[in-house]
Nanobody, 119 residues
Framework: QLQLVESGGGLVQPGGSLSLSCAAS????????MAWFRQGPGKDRELVAA????????RYADFAKGRFTISADNSKRSFHLQMDNLRPEHTAVYFC????????????WGQGTQVTASS
């Protein structure tokens, strides 16, 4: 099993920055990808950014390109999402997730953390 615990998030004024972190414990050696998702009010959950554990290839949603950055510690036991120039439309609950080797979907999820960009 794998457990994910998020930290960060909160309230920021438009144009501000926030950093989210996700700490993993348990079967981290079997993880092939790490990702951040978000779910806005009344909307479906959607991918924000993802990173492969081997090679470090990253992928971003269009709204996140040039604004958000996903990164991971060398141990791959924690990863982060730096969010800059936040806008009200980025307000959502953000979730971290891990995908195991050989699986097509993300099996492990954090509890979610609220990010609100508002004046």
């Amino acid at each position: 099993q794998l457990q994910l615990v998020e930290s960060g998030g909160g309230l920021v004024q438009p144009g501000g920055s926030l950093s989210l972190s996700c700490a993993a414990s348990g079967r981290t050696a079997f993880i092939s990808a790490m990702a951040w998702f978000r779910q806005g009010p009344g909307k479906d959950r959607e991918l924000v950014a993802a990173m492969l554990t081997h090679g470090g290839h990253t992928r971003y949603a269009d709204f996140a390109k040039g604004r958000f950055t996903i990164s991971a510690d060398n141990s791959k036991r924690s990863f982060h999402l730096q969010m800059d120039n936040l806008r009200p439309e980025h307000t959502a609950v953000y979730f971290c997730a891990d995908r195991e080797r050989g699986k097509d979907s993300y099996s492990y999820w954090g509890q979610g953390t609220q990010v609100t960009a508002s004046s």
